[in-house]
């Protein structure tokens, strides 16, 4: 677990400056606990994509330090999840050679497999309104249920993404469109 906190550390703090706390090289938060799953993508052996997934049972980002962005009333159901943490890190999937290769499909194919195999129903998170369109192409389809800012002028949408047999045939169609070799056997998403 070190190198994922150590590559989101790199993605969040370095390269998107977000305001996370760094502690010994790692970004890691007070929802990184026992309550949380990660979902890992990783490439010959190298991480390349991950996300943590939390119910919405315990604890979650929404009702933290995100609950002042949106107006609404927020679940508490053993059924739904929160996706937070999702990143590719694009700068090691290009010098693998895989800049073509649909890995933020693949993990969002992952975490919905993940989401069936537990039995829940859909999962929340908070996007910008250019990953909502991401989520979109990779063929999800998904309710939004509220928008707010995180900042001045940066909209971000809070997101409702059901786990359906509609949406795993859609992400799995986007998958074998974009992918022109097995790759999908070569990217391994662990949990």
């Known amino acids: 677990m070190g190198n994922l906190f150590r590559l989101r550390k790199?993605?969040?703090?370095?390269?998107?400056?977000?305001?996370v706390i760094v502690?010994?090289?790692?970004?890691?938060?007070?929802?990184?606990?026992a309550s949380s799953t990660y979902l890992v993508g990783v490439y010959a052996?190298?991480?390349?994509?991950s996300?943590?997934?939390?119910?919405?049972l315990n604890p979650y980002m929404v009702e933290g330090p995100f609950r002042g962005f949106f107006d609404c009333t927020l679940p508490k159901d053993p059924l739904i999840a929160e996706s937070s943490r999702f990143f590719v890190?694009?700068?090691?999937?290009?010098?693998?050679?895989?800049s073509r290769a649909p890995i933020t499909e693949m993990l969002l194919l992952a975490m919905h497999d993940h989401a069936t195999r537990q039995g829940l129903r859909s999962i929340i998170t908070v996007v910008s309104q250019a990953m909502s369109r991401i989520?979109?192409?990779?063929?999800?389809?998904?309710?939004?249920?509220?928008?707010?800012?995180?900042?001045?002028?940066?909209k971000v949408l809070l997101?409702?993404?059901?786990?359906?047999?509609?949406?795993?045939?859609r992400l799995k169609e986007v998958i074998e469109s974009?992918?022109?070799?097995?790759?999908?056997?070569a990217l391994e998403i662990t949990c």
């Open 89 to 98: 890190d694009k700068t090691r999937s290009r010098a693998l050679g895989l």
């Open 10 to 19: 790199e993605v969040f703090a370095d390269r998107l400056d977000w305001r």
């Open 23 to 33: 502690n010994e090289g790692r970004e890691i938060d007070e929802y990184d606990n």
């Open 159 to 169: 997101l409702n993404m059901p786990v359906s047999s509609e949406n795993d045939k």
């Open 45 to 49: 052996g190298i991480p390349l994509a």
């Open 178 to 185: 974009k992918s022109k070799q097995p790759l999908r056997k």
């Open 135 to 154: 989520v979109l192409r990779a063929g999800w389809l998904y309710e939004v249920l509220a928008t707010g800012e995180a900042s001045p002028g940066e």
């Open 51 to 56: 996300l943590r997934l939390i119910n919405t």
